[in-house]
């Protein structure tokens, strides 16, 4: 692309675009389309600058590769490191911090320190020729990772990359590496309240008497019947996490109830029944969206469609649907697993059993998600087997 009001239009679409995107997957790919795009060349690749101080490196994030994604034949790549020194095409431009520009990657400068690695070219059967290796800074300097352009095309010929859009490349690469910086931080930030969720349940399991394939599962089934149900993906993820604290109330419960092997008194259910309200109590008031779905969810678990559960007998759609989803999700799980006061019930008299209380116990609509996506729900137990026979498929 010649004509510089092109490509500055371009490249504010294209900042706008970038800060519309949260998936990373996504970002990546668009990231690589725009970088085809403003380069006007056939492939391109993204590193991220790794922070092992003691050995940085370079990750290698993402390829595309128009000619070779046009005859079908691109092949799939695992994340690998390159180091980050001066005997590679896309380290040096990092280490130099200052694009390199490559007529011929086969006939490189006799005083080059770096080499290019044709294994690329062996594998496909493609040919690279014009190469143009751009670093990704911030506004400080701070080195992000690289962007390398392949083979820049003009009339359908293969031609070096002009110096003319170095700097419209340079600023484009330097918005890329910031927004991947930004969404590793988010998905850093991401993982680690998984991770939190994630040990907050173990403690709590320690007390219980459940297991962490329950939870695994339980909360599995729970997205999938909730995505069946119309809700979107950020909704899904809240639900992954917030259905894994249904039942953490069940911390505040002595063990001589929570563990009893047999049938509880009438004294001792309504001591049980308490780790609703000390589930919400201590999950409320939070500021994630995680924690506040999981307060509703613990609250709300053991209320009935016909209005004869707990802690507050509603009724109906007057019960959270994330809380009626999770009922459905838990008490199958629960009555096809073994626990301390019982065995585990064929997965036959189990399907019959959530039939039979579709519109008393549970929400009907949801009873019917469940069974029209019973093969995926049989693939989440293939996936966290229990201690109970193989799950048959659906009538």
Known sequence: MNDSHDVLTMLVEAGVALSEVGDFGALLDLISETALRMGGCEGCSIYSATENTRRPELEFLRTRNRVLESRSAMPAFQKFHIALDVTTIAGYAATLKRPVNIADVYNLPSDATFTFSPQFDRMTGYHSQSMLAIPMCDTRGQLLGVLQLINRVENGVVVPFPTTVEPYLRALASQFGIVLRNARMAEELRRSRIETVKQFVKASEFHDTDTGGHIERMSRYSVLIYGAAGYGEVDCDIMALASMLHDVGKISIPDAILKKPGKLTPEE?????????????????????????????????????????????????????????????????????????????????????????????????????????????SAIRDSFPVEAEAVPKAA
């Open 269 to 377: 259910f309504e001591v049980m029944k308490r780790h609703t309200v000390n589930g919400y109590n201590m999950l409320r008031d939070a500021e994630s969206p995680f924690l506040n779905t999981g307060a509703v969810i613990a609250m709300g678990h053991h209320e009935k469609w016909d209005g004869s559960g707990y802690p507050n007998g509603l009724r109906g759609e007057a019960i959270p649907i994330e809380a009626r989803v999770v009922a459905l999700a838990d008490v199958f799980d629960a009555l096809c697993s073994r626990r301390c006061y019982k065995e585990s019930w064929p997965v036959e008299k189990v399907l019959e059993t959530l039939r039979e209380s579709a519109g008393s116990h549970f929400d009907p609509t949801l009873v019917d998600l469940f069974f029209e996506n019973f093969d995926a729900v």
